[in-house]
């Protein structure tokens, strides 16, 4: 059972306000990132989870656009601290939350709690070893693909949890890995991808916003 008074107990934490199509919302952020950096050998498996990147909000304001159905359900896979699938939940949606990080769990469970989302499902997904069975009807991403270790376990992923008529919708910034994955992708999916643009007072973040179908066979 989390309890947030634990969580409060166990992290230091920062605060980030994000705002969505005229909602406000609070997420807590690890204050500082060195004890989660391994201390081996940092630049392995680097604790991306920490912040919350441009496209997280460009896909969060994308599923707040989006008229929730009823029946309709959402998976999200490497989320992070979770808000992508808060913002999701806020405006409707049915998703589950989706991570492997233990301390990203927590962060995850604790920024739903803080904003009034704490039915919001969030399980631990390991990408290389899952006993989930649900099929879903889209599969969302926000910057989930750094390396091309995982392009083998995320196409497997995509076959075993997404229904056959549904879609994978990822956000991504402009990197070779990306566009790699993507292209690989093309092989057993419908790949539509638009370049988009995250802009602020002070800059602008390009990105790619790929939807991907399965290909039907025979």
């Not at 991306?48 to 304001?61: Q, V």
């Not at 739903?112 to 599969?139: H, P, Q, T, Y």
């Amino acid at each position: 059972m989390f309890s947030i008074e634990f969580f409060h107990k166990n992290y230091e934490t920062d605060v980030c306000e994000a705002g969505i199509r005229g909602r406000k919302f609070r997420f807590f952020r690890p204050r500082y990132i060195e004890p989660f950096v391994a201390s081996e050998n940092p630049l392995h498996d680097f604790p991306l989870w920490c912040k919350i990147w441009e496209p997280s909000l460009f896909l969060a304001d994308h599923l707040a656009s989006i008229v929730p159905e009823p029946g309709k359900r959402f998976l999200e896979i490497g989320g992070g601290l979770g808000l992508v699938s808060v913002v999701a939940s806020s405006f409707g949606h049915t998703i589950t939350m989706t991570e492997h990080i233990p301390d990203a769990l927590a962060f995850a469970r604790a920024n739903a709690m803080e904003n009034g989302c704490s039915d919001l499902e969030i399980v631990d997904l390991d990408w290389n070893d899952f006993s989930m069975k649900e099929r879903f009807d889209c599969i969302v991403g926000s910057e989930i693909v750094y390396s091309e270790r995982d392009f083998d376990p995320l196409e497997r992923l995509f076959g075993k949890l997404l229904k056959p008529d549904g879609e994978v919708l990822l956000v991504s910034g402009v990197r070779k890995t990306s566009i790699a994955f993507f292209a690989r992708m093309q092989e057993i999916f419908q790949v539509k991808g638009q370049k988009k643009t995250l802009r602020s007072a002070s800059k602008e973040f390009p990105l790619i916003l790929c939807t991907m179908k399965p290909r039907q066979q025979g």
